[in-house]
């Protein structure tokens, strides 16, 4: 009978390794092209008529509310006449002209910090009430 024997494995040099990828500068270099065609997309979208994103002269939403998940009711400003709108899945419809136009709502103010209770004291009343 005869055996083959086959010839030892080759071992590797020493100081090579596996081929990689392009590490960690062509990952940086994907980065800034992807950030600049985004820039470089936001840029022409301005440019383009019609393809911004600022409000119409003259128009203004003034109040909205939720009425359900995807509906909601909207009183819009249009020159100087106020519309109800109903806004939902199946599109907008003006509810309701306005004879007189919406009060306008105050501005919220934050409260000042001197006028918050002090967290350490919060911490020990609710403590306190604990135990």
Do not use: C, N
Not at 37 to 60: E, Y
Not at 70 to 84: D, F, I, M, T
């Amino acid at each position: 009978m005869t055996e083959s024997v086959s010839a030892p494995a080759k071992p590797l040099a020493v100081g090579t390794h596996a081929p990689q990828g392009p590490g960690l500068g062509g990952a940086f270099l994907a980065l800034l092209l992807v950030l600049g065609l985004i820039v470089g997309l936001a840029w022409l979208l301005k440019r383009l008529p019609g393809g911004g994103f600022r409000q119409a002269d003259g128009l203004r939403v003034v109040a909205s509310i939720p009425l359900g998940a995807k509906e909601r009711a909207a009183v819009v400003q249009v020159g100087g006449q106020q519309l109800l709108l109903g806004i939902g899945a199946g599109g907008v419809r003006t509810l309701h002209v306005l004879p007189e136009p919406l009060a306008e709502a105050p501005p919220m103010q934050m409260p000042s910090l001197k006028t918050l209770p002090d967290f350490k004291q919060l911490l020990a009343q609710r403590l306190r009430k604990d135990t």
